[in-house]
């Protein structure tokens, strides 16, 4: 992912993530949050972004609605685990 792509917007990630659930695909859902996370996360621990703030924020976003999908679905230990990642990821 670079900087150059608008693909730095959580709502498209949590949509696609909404789309596997409505498949029963639970598993491929938290792989379609996970992998957004970490190529984020990369991009901005590199300074491969033009707006560092912007993803930041978009990464807060998205570490939220992955803990509140798996809250959803009943993975509540998943979802603590999750909270204190992205409350100490910066």
């Known amino acids: 992912m670079n900087d150059n792509d608008e ?18 695909d639970i598993s491929g859902a938290q792989m379609v949050y996970m992998s957004a996370l970490l190529n ?11 707006d560092p703030d912007q993803v930041r924020e978009a990464i807060a976003t998205l570490w939220l609605a992955y803990a509140q999908f798996n809250q959803s679905t009943s993975m509540v230990c998943m979802c603590r685990r999750l909270f204190v990642r992205g409350v100490h990821l910066f």
Do not use: F, H, L, T
């Open 7 to 24: 693909s730095y917007d959580p709502n498209v990630i949590i949509q696609a993530a909404e789309d596997k659930r409505q498949q029963n």
């Open 40 to 50: 984020w996360v990369d991009a901005a621990r590199e300074g491969g972004v033009q």
